[in-house]
């Protein structure tokens, strides 16, 4: 079996962020193909199950953790070479040790590299070299910038400048590259970007499978890391200007945002209709008890799993023009569209009054998902693309 050198910038368990998911599976399904070794850089230490929970899939599994002082030190070297302050917050030389030692000891055929902030560590190699850009950053970073308050516009600025040229740089340095979205693609910075091979992301069918037995509550759910930019600003946006205008109609629903780390401007909207729930063991409890899916995005890039995962649990979803140019399902047959509060205010309210109707636009959504969405289909591109530069 070949061996497939494997570098992350976090340790893919907890499955509470989109790259750590996309990361779980499709080690998980590479390993059917490819002996893993794995380097994962870790921020503090790594979650005690971890190890035991990627074992399986790997030969050779490493974790180095990055401490406050390595990762203010790395973000300062940045400053000096010109990185994004993102890539040095993930750079450690001992994980370049590890990944050199690999190399030397195992003579691993390829390496595949996951995001930007990884990018130090793949100069100077003697092997084939993938990346999974998965989203185009700099055009997150844009977003961000046009979007924040005047004071942090010139640090986002500076961050999106660098962003764009080291995005293009590393295209240069690797054999392939892929993203999760023909959007992203549109937006990389980069003239020879149609080279860029897509992957999307995926859902376990088996593990997000609605339990019919449980009673559904008046309850709009909002899902995701809730200190994550793009997701902070959505949970504000449905807290603060689209649910008050549905509650006009229908007082008793109630506003869950259900997700980790919470940030501090949403713990501060806590009361009797919204509830911050923090850290969630299994978020299938809230999908199953939710009437309605909302994804309000308004800045980010990339595929939104929430999506996938709620479309998959056979809930209605309401999202923005933004995230569903990735997802790419049609309004009102498989999702609605919310251009603006009072729009995104009258579909969640429809979801609620007519059951009716929330039920076909649910099964029309998890109809359209499971066509076009599974990580075994996904993964087996990148499995495809893998065993055709070994060959």
Same mark, same amino acid.
């Given at each position: 079996?070949?061996?497939?050198?494997?570098?992350?910038?976090?340790?893919?368990?907890?499955?509470?962020?989109?790259?750590?998911?996309?990361?779980?599976?499709?080690?998980?399904? =590479?390993? /059917?193909?490819?002996?893993? &070794? %794995?380097?994962? +850089?870790?921020?503090? #230490?790594?979650? $005690?199950?971890?190890?035991?929970?990627?074992?399986?899939?790997?030969?050779?599994?490493?974790?180095?953790?990055?401490?406050?002082?390595?990762?203010?030190?790395?973000?300062?070297?940045?400053?000096?070479?010109?990185?994004?302050?993102?890539?040095?917050?993930?750079?450690?030389?001992?994980?370049?040790?590890?990944?050199?030692?690999?190399?030397?000891?195992?003579?691993?055929?390829?390496?595949?590299?996951?995001?930007?902030?990884?990018?130090?560590?793949?100069?100077?190699?003697?092997?084939?070299?993938?990346?999974?850009?998965?989203?185009?950053?700099?055009?997150?970073?844009?977003?961000?910038?046009?979007?924040?308050?005047?004071?942090?516009?010139?640090?986002?600025?500076?961050?999106?400048?660098?962003?764009?040229?080291?995005?293009?740089?590393? =295209?240069? /340095?690797?054999?392939?590259? &892929? %993203?999760?979205? +023909?959007?992203?693609? #549109?937006?990389? $910075?980069?003239?020879?970007?149609?080279?860029?091979?897509?992957?999307?992301?995926?859902?376990?069918?088996?593990?997000?499978?609605?339990?019919?037995?449980?009673?559904?509550?008046?309850?709009?759910?909002?899902?995701?890391?809730?200190?994550?930019?793009?997701?902070?600003?959505?949970?504000?946006?449905?807290?603060?200007?689209?649910?008050?205008?549905?509650?006009?109609?229908?007082?008793?629903?109630?506003?869950?945002?259900?997700?980790?780390?919470?940030?501090?401007?949403?713990?501060?909207?806590?009361?009797?209709?919204?509830?911050?729930?923090?850290?969630?063991?299994?978020?299938?409890?809230?999908?199953?008890?939710?009437?309605?899916?909302?994804?309000?995005?308004?800045?980010?890039?990339?595929?939104?799993?929430?999506?996938?995962?709620?479309?998959?649990?056979?809930?209605?979803?309401?999202?923005?023009?933004?995230?569903?140019?990735?997802?790419?399902?049609?309004?009102?047959?498989?999702?609605?569209?919310?251009?603006?509060?009072?729009?995104?205010?009258?579909?969640?309210?429809?979801?609620?009054?007519?059951?009716?109707?929330?039920?076909?636009?649910?099964?029309?959504?998890?109809?359209?998902?499971?066509?076009?969405?599974?990580?075994?289909?996904?993964?087996?591109?990148?499995?495809?693309?893998?065993?055709?530069?070994?060959?």
């Amino acid at each position: 079996m070949q061996k497939l050198l494997v570098v992350l910038p976090r340790v893919p368990w907890p499955l509470e962020k989109g790259d750590k998911l996309r990361a779980y599976h499709q080690l998980r399904y =590479l390993s /059917q193909h490819f002996q893993i &070794f %794995l380097v994962a +850089l870790s921020e503090g #230490q790594p979650h $005690p199950e971890a190890f035991l929970r990627l074992k399986p899939f790997c030969r050779v599994l490493h974790f180095v953790s990055l401490s406050w002082p390595r990762r203010i030190l790395g973000m300062l070297r940045a400053i000096g070479y010109g990185w994004p302050l993102q890539v040095g917050y993930f750079f450690h030389p001992k994980a370049r040790k590890k990944i050199h030692t690999i190399i030397h000891q195992h003579q691993p055929h390829l390496a595949y590299f996951q995001l930007t902030r990884t990018g130090p560590y793949i100069k100077n190699l003697s092997l084939p070299v993938y990346i999974d850009f998965q989203d185009t950053f700099s055009a997150g970073m844009k977003r961000r910038r046009d979007k924040a308050i005047w004071w942090l516009k010139p640090f986002f600025h500076f961050e999106y400048i660098r962003m764009k040229r080291y995005e293009a740089a590393l =295209l240069d /340095q690797c054999s392939e590259a &892929f %993203l999760i979205s +023909l959007p992203d693609r #549109q937006l990389f $910075p980069h003239p020879q970007h149609d080279r860029i091979h897509i992957v999307p992301n995926g859902v376990d069918f088996y593990y997000f499978s609605p339990d019919t037995s449980v009673p559904k509550k008046d309850w709009v759910l909002f899902t995701g890391n809730m200190s994550y930019p793009p997701n902070v600003d959505a949970a504000r946006y449905l807290a603060q200007e689209i649910m008050p205008k549905v509650w006009n109609q229908h007082p008793s629903a109630q506003l869950i945002l259900a997700g980790a780390t919470p940030h501090p401007s949403l713990k501060a909207l806590q009361n009797q209709r919204i509830i911050v729930t923090g850290w969630v063991n299994d978020m299938r409890e809230y999908y199953n008890q939710a009437s309605v899916f909302v994804a309000p995005m308004r800045m980010g890039t990339g595929l939104q799993n929430k999506l996938l995962e709620a479309l998959a649990m056979h809930l209605p979803c309401v999202t923005s023009p933004l995230a569903n140019h990735s997802l790419g399902a049609r309004d009102k047959h498989e999702i609605l569209i919310g251009a603006h509060a009072s729009e995104f205010a009258e579909h969640i309210s429809r979801l609620l009054s007519d059951k009716n109707y929330a039920y076909t636009l649910a099964h029309n959504g998890w109809s359209f998902v499971k066509t076009h969405y599974s990580w075994e289909t996904a993964t087996q591109h990148l499995v495809d693309t893998i065993k055709q530069t070994l060959d």
